[in-house]
Nanobody, 124 residues
C-alpha cells in the first residue's frame, strides 16, 4: 500500500509563492513511479497541474506553465510543486498522485494513489 501526504498549502497574496511537498511511503523504492499534481476548486472538476515521470519527463498545464515547477527527490521519496506568481484562479485543493505507467500523464484516471489534499488560497 502506498501513502501520499501533501503539505505546504496556505493563504498567500496574489503574486506570491508557495511550495507544496508530497511525501510517499509504504514501498521500498519509488524511483520508477510517476507523480502528478492536480487541483480542484469548489464546484469544478479535478484538473491536471503538473506531472513528472520516473525518467524525468515533465508536463504542465498551460495555465501554470512558466509559473509552476515540479521536481522530485528520489532519495526522500518526495515530489515538490514550486508555485510562483500565484493568481486568484489558482485557489483550490491541491492533490498529489502516483501511477506506474512509466510516463508523466495528464489524465486523472491514470493515477492509482492519491493524497488527502492541501488547500491553497490566493487572496487579492
Amino acid at each position: 500500500q502506498v501513502q501520499l501526504v501533501e503539505s505546504g498549502g496556505g493563504l498567500v497574496q496574489a503574486g506570491g509563492s508557495l511550495r507544496l511537498s508530497c511525501a510517499a511511503s509504504g514501498r521500498t523504492s519509488f524511483s520508477r513511479y510517476d507523480m502528478g499534481w492536480f487541483r480542484q476548486a469548489p464546484g469544478k472538476e479535478r484538473e491536471f497541474v503538473a506531472a513528472i515521470g520516473w525518467n524525468g519527463g515533465i508536463k504542465y498545464a498551460d495555465s501554470v506553465k512558466g509559473r509552476f515547477t515540479i521536481s522530485r527527490d528520489k532519495a526522500k521519496n518526495t515530489v515538490y510543486l514550486q508555485m510562483n506568481s500565484l493568481k486568484l484562479e489558482d485557489t483550490a485543493v491541491y492533490y498529489c498522485a502516483l501511477q506506474e505507467l512509466g510516463f508523466a500523464s495528464r489524465n486523472v484516471y491514470d493515477y492509482t494513489y492519491w493524497g488527502q489534499g492541501t488547500q491553497v488560497t490566493v487572496s487579492s
